[in-house]
Nanobody, 113 residues
Framework: VQLVESGGGLVQAGGSVRLSCAAS????????PHWYRQVQGKEREFVAS????????RYGDSVKGRFTISGDSAKNMVYLQMDSLKSEDTAIYYC???????WGQGTQVTVSS
């Protein structure tokens, strides 16, 4: 199984981007999928997670109220809707399934001010 992120790109501050994560060659486990992000030279930062059972999603403090995580088990996909983007959201975004213990290659999001 591979986790494949997509949807990143260059966006202006205040704009929106929707990231997607697919479990290629398999399926997500029952563990809550997560989104993280990383800026070069800094530690990976938790962004959001969601349970497949529908419990309330969790968000990092820096993205609360602006980002929305969702999952579609039928399509084997996890999404991250990013609104009201700021320059400090610029990073490589990764999805993660704790049950698989693997990371995707990430997708770059660059927010221009």
């Amino acid at each position: 199984v591979q986790l494949v992120e997509s949807g990143g790109g260059l966006v202006q501050a205040g704009g929106s981007v929707r990231l997607s994560c697919a479990a290629s060659g398999g399926t997500f486990t029952s563990y809550p999928p997560h989104w993280y992000r990383q800026v070069q030279g800094k530690e990976r930062e938790f962004v959001a997670s969601i349970s497949w059972t529908g419990s309330i999603p969790r968000y990092g403090d820096s993205v609360k109220g602006r980002f929305t995580i969702s999952g579609d088990s039928a399509k084997n996909m996890v999404y991250l809707q990013m609104d009201s983007l700021k320059s400090e959201d610029t990073a490589i975004y990764y999805c993660n399934d704790p049950g698989l213990g693997i990371w995707g290659q990430g997708t770059q999001v660059t927010v221009s001010s």
